[in-house]
């Protein structure tokens, strides 16, 4: 049998090795590569010799046409990119679908710490994961047991190495790349000043923290967590009602006040990576004034979220990867927006000042069909950082990558939810514009 061959156009990826070390393994098993380069951080971490690479250097709004004529060019039959909000993926994906172009979306996993998200059209918001339990329960039957994930250690280092690394590249980007513009909100010079404050205050916050959370699991009051996100996240900026994490903070605190016991708790845990420009800390002090709640709040900056997650009385997000962890513990978890795990059965649907006094666990037995299969439709053992993660999740990523359907797609077709997250988006019969 003739081993079918693809046309991959890589876009922007996360900043690491990944990407180039996936289309190296890609390119050597005879499959056509493609690269755009948005910035200088994406030439830094390419690699010559793995297939044509181009530069947009070009006002966002040139950038359909731009792709287009590469789609046609190369034959492209797939593209690979790392998250689906950012604005240079935006319309690449939208005008793929149309094309008969798929796409493979790589993401943080939903699953952590030693998984990956892989899914074709879309993640989290976007995800064609279904709404519906019955769904769940009914494909879980058909799914083998899911196999121990490799585990590796990837240091924090690591990471903020290649960081600063892609961003050390970025310099050049006024006179190579003029009119590139970052997805995040601040700066790499402003956002590593701010880490590197955070990070020298950890040392005092850490003892108190652990005793905060120590007070919280031995004592005799409820407690319910709120997880702080990062504002700069796609998952709060393109996928909530929120503005920001302040939005978010006012509207719990406030529901809280009027609506929980008076002997409850609430503890709002920060994001470990936030870099301190927005004072949270500052934002929730003045908010327990405004609503009374001064001694009723407790705010961490670190600590054990397991251990504080495993006895409290229920979790408040907006759709941080926090409340799977929260469901895993079986707590009662309320999502203010849409996650994946947002189902009937899992998270509670009734509103917020409700919870407070009947927060209702989840179903174990739908939780267990729920992570046994997005385990196996979404995530990948790897990581994006280390070597060792790499080298998995490259392993892992190749036949997904270049598989005729994907888990989900073939689960799709052995039984249908009632309710769908969203319809797949029109594309052409399989194997659509191969390469020759």
Same mark, same amino acid.
């Given at each position: 049998?003739?081993?079918?061959?693809?046309?991959?156009?890589? #876009?922007?990826?996360?900043?690491?090795?990944?990407?180039?070390?996936?289309?190296?393994?890609?390119?050597?098993?005879?499959?056509?590569?493609?690269?755009?380069?948005?910035?200088?951080?994406?030439?830094?971490?390419?690699?010559?010799?793995?297939?044509?690479?181009?530069?947009?250097?070009?006002?966002?709004?040139?950038?359909?046409?731009?792709?287009?004529?590469?789609?046609?060019?190369?034959?492209?039959?797939?593209?690979?990119? %790392?998250?689906?909000?950012?604005?240079?993926?935006?319309? @690449?994906?939208?005008?793929?679908?149309?094309?008969?172009?798929? +796409?493979?979306?790589?993401?943080?996993?939903?699953? $952590? =710490?030693?998984?990956?998200?892989?899914?074709?059209?879309?993640?989290?918001?976007? +995800?064609?994961?279904?709404?519906?339990?019955?769904?769940?329960?009914?494909?879980? $039957?058909?799914?083998?047991?899911?196999?121990? =994930?490799? &585990?590796?250690?990837? =240091? %924090?280092?690591?990471? @903020? /190495?290649?960081?600063? #690394?892609?961003?050390?590249?970025?310099?050049?980007?006024?006179?190579?790349?003029?009119?590139?513009?970052?997805?995040?909100?601040?700066?790499?010079?402003?956002?590593?000043?701010?880490? #590197?404050?955070?990070? /020298?205050?950890?040392?005092?916050?850490?003892?108190?923290?652990?005793?905060?959370?120590?007070?919280?699991?031995?004592?005799?009051?409820?407690?319910?967590?709120?997880?702080?996100?990062?504002?700069?996240?796609?998952?709060?900026?393109? &996928?909530?009602?929120?503005?920001?994490? $302040?939005?978010?903070?006012? &509207?719990?605190?406030?529901?809280?006040?009027?609506?929980?016991?008076?002997?409850?708790?609430?503890?709002?845990?920060?994001?470990?990576?936030?870099?301190?420009?927005?004072?949270?800390?500052?934002?929730?002090?003045?908010?327990?004034?405004?609503?009374?709640?001064?001694?009723?709040?407790?705010?961490?900056?670190?600590?054990?979220?397991?251990?504080?997650?495993?006895?409290?009385?229920?979790?408040?997000?907006?759709?941080?990867?926090?409340?799977?962890?929260?469901?895993?513990?079986?707590?009662?978890?309320?999502?203010?927006?849409?996650?994946?795990?947002?189902?009937?059965?899992?998270?509670?649907?009734?509103?917020?000042?409700?919870?407070?006094?009947?927060?209702?666990?989840?179903?174990?037995?739908? %939780?267990?069909?729920?992570?046994?299969?997005?385990?196996?439709?979404?995530?990948?053992?790897?990581? %994006?950082?280390?070597?060792?993660?790499?080298?998995?999740?490259?392993?892992?990523?190749?036949?997904?990558? /270049?598989?005729?359907?994907?888990?989900?797609?073939?689960?799709?077709?052995?039984?249908?939810?009632?309710?769908?997250?969203?319809?797949?988006?029109?594309?052409?019969?399989?194997?659509?514009?191969?390469?020759?």
């Amino acid at each position: 049998m003739t081993r079918i061959r693809r046309s991959f156009l890589f #876009l922007q990826g996360v900043c690491s090795p990944f990407h180039r070390r996936l289309a190296a393994r890609l390119a050597a098993d005879g499959h056509r590569i493609v690269k755009v380069h948005y910035n200088a951080g994406d030439r830094a971490y390419w690699q010559r010799g793995i297939g044509p690479a181009y530069d947009f250097r070009e006002p966002l709004a040139a950038l359909p046409a731009f792709l287009s004529e590469l789609w046609q060019r190369h034959a492209i039959t797939d593209q690979v990119l %790392f998250g689906d909000q950012r604005p240079v993926h935006r319309t @690449a994906l939208e005008d793929a679908a149309a094309a008969g172009i798929r +796409s493979h979306v790589f993401e943080e996993g939903y699953f $952590r =710490p030693f998984w990956i998200t892989l899914e074709r059209e879309g993640v989290n918001g976007h +995800s064609l994961l279904p709404r519906d339990p019955r769904w769940y329960r009914d494909v879980a $039957r058909r799914l083998p047991a899911l196999p121990a =994930p490799a &585990h590796f250690r990837s =240091p %924090f280092r690591v990471r @903020a /190495t290649h960081d600063v #690394l892609y961003h050390l590249a970025g310099l050049t980007n006024p006179l190579r790349y003029p009119h590139y513009r970052n997805h995040a909100p601040v700066t790499a010079p402003v956002e590593y000043a701010g880490y #590197l404050k955070r990070f /020298t205050q950890l040392r005092a916050w850490k003892p108190r923290d652990a005793r905060r959370i120590q007070a919280l699991v031995e004592g005799q009051r409820p407690y319910f967590v709120l997880p702080l996100q990062l504002n700069a996240d796609a998952q709060i900026r393109d &996928h909530s009602p929120f503005a920001d994490m $302040r939005e978010v903070m006012a &509207h719990v605190m406030a529901s809280f006040a009027m609506h929980a016991p008076g002997d409850a708790l609430l503890c709002i845990k920060n994001h470990p990576l936030d870099t301190g420009l927005d004072h949270n800390a500052r934002s929730i002090a003045r908010l327990a004034h405004r609503f009374g709640l001064e001694e009723r709040i407790v705010y961490l900056e670190s600590g054990d979220l397991n251990m504080l997650l495993e006895r409290c009385a229920g979790t408040v997000t907006v759709n941080s990867t926090v409340g799977i962890v929260s469901l895993e513990h079986g707590r009662p978890t309320f999502a203010l927006s849409d996650p994946i795990y947002h189902l009937d059965g899992l998270t509670f649907h009734g509103r917020l000042d409700e919870f407070w006094r009947e927060p209702s666990p989840p179903d174990g037995g739908l %939780f267990d069909a729920f992570r046994r299969t997005v385990m196996h439709t979404s995530q990948l053992n790897g990581g %994006f950082y280390c070597g060792a993660g790499i080298e998995l999740a490259v392993a892992n990523a190749v036949p997904a990558l /270049t598989a005729r359907r994907s888990p989900l797609e073939r689960l799709l077709s052995l039984a249908a939810p009632v309710q769908c997250r969203r319809q797949p988006p029109r594309r052409l019969p399989w194997p659509d514009r191969l390469a020759s």
